[in-house]
């Protein structure tokens, strides 16, 4: 991140608590804050400054709750206070040359750790630029969604922007009468792709485990499937499901719980797929 500009200067706001993932805020009159635009909060008793984005936001009794919240740079030392509020807009520099265009379930866009997916791949490797429909808190385009699924990724693959890589990440969340069908969708969208763009690469990441074991057979059964499949030679797959369960302890050490993987888990994938492509 660099560049910070004032857009509007929203006043001043009480701030009932703090987490490191979410805001209490009272008296909010007509505050109007929007998801994934980027806040500054100054502290008025010792001027301390503090950047954050946040996802959703509910609003009850007088109060505005956000949630999913992210903090650049650094997060709050205090918890709670009167604070001035500003809407700011951080300059993101894309400098990268290789396009990754990103087709992924909420686990690579939309639970806590994994909206910082594409900045921590970017920390790793500055020559990629992410291309999607959508932006992540950070300003990192994809195509995705909570609830993207095999059927969306077939019914939006003909109408993807050019890239030089697909990243395909679906098929964790099928359901034993959907596999089937889950890998058709796969394959219909993989030939699509191909059709319109046979220069790119596609790349497939087989489903991550899970450590509770009726989720974790259901998983294993899907890629059973996909591995009896015989994708074209444009297509790299990775089974990142196997190279998890190869790491001890792999319960604990890459997740937070049953479906969510932790920072630790993110970093260990981006590093097999960045040294596997490139």
């Known amino acids: 991140m660099s560049e910070l500009t004032l857009t509007k200067d929203l ?5 009932e608590n703090i987490e490191y993932n979410a805001i209490t805020i009272s008296n909010i009159q007509n505050l109007d804050l929007v998801p994934k635009k980027h806040y500054r909060i100054k502290f008025l008793k010792d001027g301390a400054e503090y950047i954050f984005t946040f996802d959703s936001k509910k609003i009850r009794d007088g109060k505005i ?5 992210v903090w650049f ?5 205090q918890n709670s206070g009167r604070a001035q509020i500003e809407e700011v807009k951080l300059k993101r520099e894309d400098k990268g040359y290789i396009n990754i265009a990103m087709l992924t379930e909420e686990m690579g866009c939309c639970l806590m750790n994994g909206r910082s997916f594409r900045l921590k791949w970017n920390q790793v490797n500055q020559d990629l630029k992410f291309v999607g429909n959508k932006k992540d808190v950070y300003g990192y385009n994809y195509y995705g969604g909570k609830n993207f699924d095999s059927d969306e990724l ?3 693959s003909p ?3 050019n890239a030089d890589y697909y990243i395909i990440w679906t098929g964790r969340k099928s359901l034993a009468n959907e596999r089937n069908k889950t890998v058709n969708n ?4 993989v030939e699509i792709i191909h059709e319109n763009n046979s220069k790119a690469k596609i790349v497939l990441l087989y489903p991550v485990p899970s450590p509770v074991k009726s989720i ?24 990142l499901n196997d190279k998890i ?17 932790s920072d630790k888990g993110y970093e260990f994938i981006i590093k097999e797929i960045n040294e596997t492509l490139f």
Not at 11 to 15: F, L, P
């Open 73 to 77: 740079f650094s997060e709050p030392i």
């Open 65 to 69: 709750n956000l949630i999913y919240v």
């Open 159 to 161: 109408n993807l922007e």
């Open 154 to 156: 077939l019914r939006i």
């Open 245 to 261: 369960r190869s790491n001890k302890n792999w319960e604990s050490k890459f997740f937070k719980y049953d479906y969510a993987l």
């Open 11 to 15: 006043g001043e706001i009480n701030i």
């Open 216 to 239: 974790d057979d259901n998983i294993l059964e899907t890629i059973k499937l996909l591995k009896k499949e015989s994708f074209k030679s444009y297509v790299r797959v990775i089974d």
């Open 186 to 189: 796969i394959k219909g969208a």
